[in-house]
């Protein structure tokens, strides 16, 4: 299972979470996020791949985010095209799309991006744009059929342990954590993290 944890900005911190053994860092470049990257931090990942978050960005702003930052993912949280995920998928990215599931209608244009993206995220719906704190009803995935792997995201913290053990789907690809392991926004609680992980995995 992937672990990525997202809305990171400070390279001290970006190090240490790093050093726990996760796959994924993300960076959000939204403008209105409170997690938003503002500045090339002091240190990038060098082990995990370095994912960047945008919402309906333009393309020049992406591919200039994905040199300055050595990106090796983009993670597409607006209503980005299908035609647009395969143009960065082309580049020779990993390219993950994010889906807010508020209810069973929230699935309902998955279908139009297979084969477009290396992964899907399915998050809590939220006028933020993610990072809500909240977890969507996961009984919805029930209903999700297709071939791409999806990592599950929305309000994701120690007390989803019992829950997280308990769900189970044949495309769940890994966990994307965020606000609920924050000391604030941008910067990580990396024992709470790892404590989290430990208690994750050991069940696996």
């Not at 860092?25 to 997690?35: A, D, H, N, Q, T």
């Not at 919402?55 to 020049?60: G, I, L, Q």
């Not at 647009?84 to 994010?98: E, R």
């Not at 009984?139 to 769900?167: D, H, Q, V």
Request: aromatic fraction near 12%; proline fraction near 5%.
């Amino acid at each position: 299972m992937l672990t990525k944890v997202c809305g990171m900005t400070d390279g001290d911190n970006i190090r240490e979470v790093e050093a726990l053994g996760v796959d994924l860092v993300g960076f959000i470049f939204y403008p209105k996020s409170p997690r938003r990257c503002k500045a090339l931090p002091s240190y990038l990942p060098m082990r995990a791949g370095r994912t960047g978050v945008f919402v309906d960005a333009d393309e020049d702003e992406i591919e200039m985010k994905v040199h300055e930052y050595g990106l090796s993912h983009v993670q597409f949280h607006g209503n980005e095209s299908p035609d647009k995920c395969l143009k960065f998928k082309a580049m020779g990215l990993k390219v993950i799309k994010a889906f807010q599931l508020a209810s069973l209608s929230g699935l309902s244009s998955v279908g139009e991006y297979a084969g477009t993206c290396d992964y899907f995220l399915f998050d809590t719906a939220s006028p933020s744009m993610g990072g809500s704190g909240k977890c969507f009803d996961w009984k919805i995935l029930e209903n999700y059929r297709g071939s791409t792997p999806f990592l599950l995201s929305g309000g994701l913290g120690p007390e989803s342990l019992s829950a997280l053990r308990n769900f189970s789907h044949p495309a769940l690809a890994g966990y994307d954590l965020n606000s609920r392991f924050e000391l604030r926004p941008g910067l990580k609680d990396a024992m709470k993290i790892k404590n989290f992980l430990k208690e994750l995995f050991q069940y696996e």
